[in-house]
């Protein structure tokens, strides 16, 4: 298999395993959201406050999501504005969605900084992408450029 292939298929699957979480959490009831929150605090160690805690958390599944999506859009979209517009479709319509379900589960409600939160983790996300693709370049072209000094050593040119 290809490794572009082979790679999108994994980045499809992460991509999609990230946002089932994202919003299977956003359905469960408050109550046993809170509990997870606390179980997390307590296994992490963090001394802070839930409401920390929860946010953080917010920030970093959609860091993560960013971070993904950015890549597999990257394989993807050859356009640069496509990919600009694909990526801030998704930034603005996941989060929107997960406050929505929450809308519909029990003792919990929608909050808009949560959405402001989902999408600066999700830029953050993809900033996180970028980096690793220019370093990914960088490294190609020197090994592109290595390779090809050592042809021209070879053939005595």
């Known amino acids: 298999m290809h490794i572009h292939r082979a790679m999108r298929i994994v980045l ?10 994202i919003w299977l959490n956003s359905l469960l009831p408050a109550e046993i959201s809170q509990k997870i929150s606390n179980m997390v605090q307590k296994i992490l160690g963090i001394d802070s406050t839930q409401y920390a ?9 959609f860091l993560f999501l960013g971070l993904f999506l950015s890549l597999l859009v990257n394989t993807v979209v050859r356009r640069l504005k496509d990919r600009v517009f694909c990526l801030s479709f998704f930034a603005v319509f996941v ?10 589960s029990p003792g919990r409600s929608a909050e808009v900084k949560d959405i402001w939160i989902d ?3 999700f830029l953050v996300g993809c900033a996180a992408a970028v980096v690793l693709l220019l370093i990914s370049a960088f490294i190609s072209s020197r090994r592109l450029k290595i390779k090809t000094t050592k042809d021209r050593m070879k053939y005595g040119e």
Request: charged share 15%; aromatic share 10%; proline share 3%.
């Open 95 to 104: 989060p929107l969605m997960d406050e929505t379900i929450q809308l519909f």
């Open 119 to 121: 999408i600066g983790g």
């Open 12 to 21: 499809i699957i992460l991509s999609s395993l990230i946002l089932a979480f």
């Open 53 to 61: 805690v929860r946010k953080a958390g917010h920030f970093t599944e």
